[in-house]
DNA sequence: AAGTAGCACAACCGCCCGCTG
DNA sequence: GCAGCGGGCGGTTGTGCTACT
């Protein structure tokens, strides 16, 4: 036996609200409040709309103080960062911007802000479908915070998504003992690999970097080195093995995003299995501690933190 | 000018959770 | 403790507009 609906579909008005709908629930609202009570609210009101209807205008439409439009640098900022750290939880990230609702950054992301960042890469040959089986609900474990002032947008022509400056992105987040200056220079990297899916991370940090002696420059250097070394591959085309990214793996062997990279096809591995990868490296610091996984189209399927 | 594809965004759907009786 | 309900939320769909062919 299923749950009663909320209200009866077939007497309630659905579709695009009228000016004169606004004005009935806006003076309804002004006047009574929302007395606690939404599924009751349509009718008090003389209105022939579902509550949850009216509360959706309401809440993302028609309260005082909301904010339409074009978002700021410092918003996607914002959105990027609680993004990278709580996924997709739209209402706690609405709440970090006064005035924007959580259907409008949902909308914004889905848009036009994901592919602002993603639009910095080839189209993909192949355009069949491939989804791992991710849940955001399965993801409890979510990395440190990236603070947003830390956070830079780069230009879509460059392969780098993000640069933060925060010593936070440390993939080991239990331990304090990190150099904040050792820690300034990380990058977000990506690779395609041949197969279509996108492994998107953040940089490790060599462990010699916890000294404040300027190492930090080399690693920094060694990241640059990766991104150039995707852009080159990029342009000329897969290694001999068939693959892109195999700098990366030279570079950082022995790391779950290693083991992953090399392998031929990602879809081999299961949430699980990957969990089990970030975890048998998670004193290892040279490894990254997010994975943002894509299919063939380069759609989102979830930003992983260890 | 007509048809079509792509995009943006408002609105809906359905699940989950907490409250209440 | 449990069932039912409403609110809240994220995902998805529908629709209108614009750009392109």
């Not at 309630?12 to 609202?29: A, H, M, T």
């Not at 949850?52 to 914002?78: A, V």
């Not at 950054?105 to 355009?127: F, V």
Request: neutral net charge.
């Amino acid at each position: 036996m299923g749950r009663a609906p909320c209200c009866d579909k077939a007497n309630v008005k659905r579709g695009p609200w009228s000016p004169e709908e606004d004005d009935k629930l806006k003076e309804y609202i002004h006047k009574n409040g929302t007395g606690g009570n939404w599924i009751s609210l349509p009718q008090k009101a003389g209105l022939k709309r579902c509550g949850k209807s009216c509360r959706l205008r309401w809440l993302n439409y028609l309260r005082p103080n909301i904010r339409h439009g074009e978002f700021s640098d410092d918003e996607d900022k914002i959105i990027c960062s609680l993004y990278a750290n709580i996924g997709s939880r739209w209402s706690i990230i609405a709440a970090q911007l006064p005035g924007r609702t959580d259907n409008d950054i949902k909308n914004y992301w889905n848009t036009k802000l994901k592919k602002k960042l993603m639009g910095l890469l080839p189209n993909s040959s192949s355009h069949h479908q491939r989804k791992l089986p991710f849940h955001h609900h399965q993801l409890t474990n979510y990395g440190p915070m990236i603070p947003s002032d830390q956070i830079t947008m780069i230009p879509s022509s460059s392969p780098t998504m993000f640069r933060s400056s925060s010593p936070s992105l440390s993939s080991s987040s239990n331990n304090n003992s990190f150099n904040a200056s050792a820690m300034q220079q990380q990058y977000y990297q990506q690779q395609v690999k041949e197969d279509g899916v996108l492994v998107f991370g953040t940089g490790g940090t060599e462990p010699s970097c916890s000294s404040s002696d300027g190492s930090s420059n080399n690693n920094n250097a060694e990241q640059l080195q990766i991104i150039s070394s995707f852009h080159d591959q990029q342009q000329q085309g897969p290694a001999a093995d068939g693959h892109y990214g195999t700098s990366f793996s030279n570079d950082q062997s022995g790391t779950w995003s290693d083991q992953i990279m090399k392998n031929n096809s990602l879809e081999e591995y299961g949430l699980e299995e990957i969990r089990q990868l970030m975890s048998a490296s998670s004193g290892n610091n040279n490894d990254t501690n997010s994975l943002l996984l894509f299919d063939d189209n380069r759609t989102e399927e979830r930003l992983m933190f260890y």
